[in-house]
């Protein structure tokens, strides 16, 4: 398994060639922050209630020649500040590289696959995922995009 440094200067080089266009993305998001509110958790912490949210995102490409599969994954939870009305958010994120023929969207099977993460590796992880939006909002054919909604069921 790879270490977190290693990941890291894996994607810098991943962003460089992207942007100079040498690099093709397929990228597949499954989320459930475009849900309904009552068709999301709701957890109660110290007297706070959270709505939770998960997303999920694979991002595959072919890199020296190789398959490079890395999926992510990020819950949020948000809850109403008392008094403002304004909502204060948290976040946990996990990153998970697996064999290739395994793209599901499941923490339990993703589990045995993580990397360790610092907050240097995730800004990565975001510059990527922001190149890769802004190269799809101007060129829709520059990268495969497929969002669909998430289920989020929290187990006891």
Same mark, same amino acid.
């Given at each position: +398994?790879?270490?977190?440094?290693?990941? #890291?200067?894996?994607?810098?080089? $991943?962003?460089?060639?992207?942007?100079?266009?040498?690099?093709?993305?397929?990228? /597949?998001?499954?989320?459930?922050?475009?849900?309904?509110?009552?068709?999301?958790?709701? /957890?109660?912490?110290?007297?706070?209630?959270?709505? &939770?949210?998960?997303?999920?995102? =694979? #991002?595959?490409?072919? #890199?020296?020649?190789?398959?490079?599969? $890395? *999926? %992510?994954?990020? +819950?949020?939870?948000?809850?109403?500040?008392?008094?403002?009305?304004?909502?204060? &958010?948290?976040?946990?994120? +996990?990153?998970?590289?697996?064999?290739?023929?395994?793209?599901?969207?499941?923490?339990?099977?993703?589990?045995?696959?993580?990397?360790?993460? =610092?907050?240097?590796?995730?800004?990565? *992880?975001?510059?990527?995922?922001?190149?890769?939006?802004? $190269?799809?909002? %101007?060129?829709?054919?520059?990268?495969?995009?497929?969002?669909?909604?998430?289920?989020?069921?929290?187990?006891?």
């Amino acid at each position: +398994m790879k270490k977190q440094e290693e990941l #890291y200067r894996e994607i810098t080089e $991943m962003i460089k060639a992207t942007k100079d266009g040498t690099l093709r993305w397929s990228v /597949e998001v499954q989320t459930t922050e475009a849900n309904p509110p009552e068709e999301k958790p709701v /957890e109660e912490e110290n007297g706070t209630a959270w709505t &939770v949210d998960e997303c999920y995102v =694979s #991002y595959y490409c072919k #890199y020296r020649g190789r398959d490079f599969c $890395m *999926i %992510t994954y990020e +819950m949020i939870k948000t809850a109403k500040q008392a008094g403002s009305g304004e909502n204060r &958010v948290t976040s946990s994120n +996990m990153v998970f590289l697996p064999p290739l023929g395994l793209r599901f969207f499941d923490l339990h099977t993703l589990l045995p696959y993580s990397v360790e993460v =610092s907050n240097v590796l995730l800004d990565a *992880i975001h510059r990527l995922w922001v190149l890769l939006l802004d $190269m799809y909002k %101007t060129d829709k054919g520059s990268v495969y995009l497929d969002v669909s909604p998430g289920t989020l069921v929290i187990e006891d």
